[in-house]
């Protein structure tokens, strides 16, 4: 993942420019999506820069009645306090856009009182608030950064910086006052399209080098802060004073590709590089939020992955695809998009609650009317497939618990024809699968794919090692024979 890096005179026109990217950036949204979720921040050129939007005349060219505002932290005090982040944006812009932007688009944190009366409950009322909304991908994300690197309330070594499957979390003992924050966590950070992160000032450049540089998020918390489709740092000439001049400075844009400090950021930092090939659209994206609100564990594939789920099917000329373990609908959507009129997919889940967010999911996504998700354990879905004599399927993706892969096995080849494609995920298990006696289950169910695949006469297969944003995996290829 490269960072853009834009670098401005000073602060004075640092914030004119994120005003007027902001505000272009909005009218081009607005020509192709609505509505435009913007997540504001604090600070001294996030305000500032709230103030320009205020002052531009171009602001009128916004629909803002199409506008979301969201707050990326702030500070825990009672509403109305002149510290807190959504006082200061109100005085800055909001309050002058008056009627202009509906107040129900306003989503403040909620702020210190009897009823919500610590972080931890203002966090949860906010988590909730953006699950009601739809749990929406943020078009842009505004981040200011402290000297010591923060951005929200992300602070360096803070406990905050490790919550993950939650989009806001509860701070205390912030070193900048006031200790009480609210925060969104890097998983609502890194859902964001594009993050922005502004930054002024010569107490700011040792951060900014560091940031840029690819310093571990514990002790640069702004390392951390990447958006989907863009991550760009708005800077002044004194905040880059210690990156030195590399020859990409010596205009005012560069592109910092972040050092990786271990083999598995190496492989997230591959992943992101060639994430271009492979982009999300909104439903993807909607599609993996609505599972991550939605409480489902985060093991979904990757888009790399998906995006290889949709070529095979593509490539086999796939018209009917089975999936055994739905999860949340993610590489449901990669393979139905892959279907030709009139294909269809049928996909199995032991889970109602994870089937029914799925369901909603693919709904949104277009592609319901010839997606069924079944519910229940897929071993007797399989049963009831091959007793009702479905007609037979082109490929199957089997990425359910692990143990079962064996029986799943032998009844696909009831509910397919030769020639037809078998992928089997998650059959590396960081390398576990070597070891005869390994207690895990999951590790003893791939090792039993193996033992039958070496014997099968209708099965000829072959297994790929994978590394990437889901660590260390890989999957195996099969193919039904005659
Ligand atoms: O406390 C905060 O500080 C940061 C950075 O503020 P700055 O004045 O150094 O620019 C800000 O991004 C954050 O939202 C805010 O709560």
């Not at 599609?287 to 095979?312: E, F, M, S, W, Y």
């Amino acid at each position: 993942m490269t960072r853009d890096v834009v670098v401005h005179p000073d602060a004075r026109v640092l914030a004119e420019s994120v005003a007027a990217r902001l505000l272009t950036h909005l009218v081009d949204v607005q020509s192709h999506r609505s509505p435009v979720h913007v997540v504001l921040t604090g600070g001294t050129v996030g305000i500032a820069s709230l103030a320009a939007v205020a002052a531009s005349p171009v602001r009128d060219a916004v629909d803002w009645s199409g506008v979301h505002l969201w707050w990326g932290d702030e500070r825990f005090l009672p509403e109305g306090d002149p510290d807190r982040n959504e006082t200061q944006a109100r005085d800055a812009l909001i309050d002058a856009l008056g009627d202009a932007l509906p107040v129900e688009n306003v989503h403040a944190m909620p702020a210190l009182s009897d009823d919500v009366p610590t972080p931890e409950a203002a966090a949860d009322a906010y988590a909730q608030t953006f699950a009601a909304a739809g749990s929406p991908a943020f078009d842009v994300l505004l981040l200011g950064m402290g000297p010591d690197g923060h951005v929200a309330s992300l602070f360096p070594g803070h406990e905050a910086l490790a919550v993950t499957g939650r989009p806001t979390v509860g701070v205390h003992g912030s070193p900048k006052p006031p200790p009480e924050r609210v925060s969104l966590t890097y998983d609502a950070i890194r859902g964001a399209r594009e993050v922005w992160v502004v930054a002024a000032g010569a107490e700011k450049a040792q951060a900014v080098a560091s940031a840029l540089r690819g310093a571990p998020v514990d002790t640069t918390p702004a390392a951390g802060a990447l958006g989907t489709e863009r991550t760009l740092w708005l800077v002044d000439i004194a905040a880059t004073e210690t990156l030195g001049t590399p020859a990409a400075l010596s205009t005012t844009t560069a592109a910092f590709p972040a050092a990786p400090e271990t083999a598995s950021e190496l492989w997230t930092h591959v992943d992101h590089y060639f994430s271009v090939l492979t982009p999300e659209d909104a439903a993807l994206v909607d599609t993996r939020h609505a599972a991550t609100a939605g409480g489902l564990p985060d093991i979904a594939v990757a888009p790399n992955q998906g995006k290889l789920l949709q070529l095979l099917a593509q490539a086999t000329g796939a018209r009917r695809i089975l999936e055994i373990g739905t999860l949340g609908g993610y590489s449901t959507l990669w393979l139905a998009r892959a279907l030709p009129e009139g294909g269809h997919l049928t996909t199995l889940e032991l889970e109602p609650e994870h089937a029914r967010i799925a369901t909603e999911s693919l709904a949104q996504a277009g592609v319901g009317s010839f997606v069924d998700v079944l519910v229940g354990p897929a071993a007797d879905t399989l049963d009831s497939l091959i007793a009702e004599e479905t007609e037979p399927y082109d490929l199957v993706f089997i990425d359910a618990d692990k143990q079962s892969i064996p029986r799943y096995l032998e009844q696909t080849l009831a509910l397919t024809h030769p020639g037809a494609v078998v992928v089997v995920d998650n059959v590396v298990r960081g390398g576990a699968v070597i070891e005869p006696d390994h207690a895990d289950e999951r590790v003893q169910g791939v090792r039993a794919m193996v033992e039958l695949l070496t014997r099968h006469p209708r099965y000829d297969a072959t297994v790929v090692q994978t590394v990437g944003t889901k660590g260390y995996d890989g999957f195996a290829l099969l193919r039904v024979l005659g």
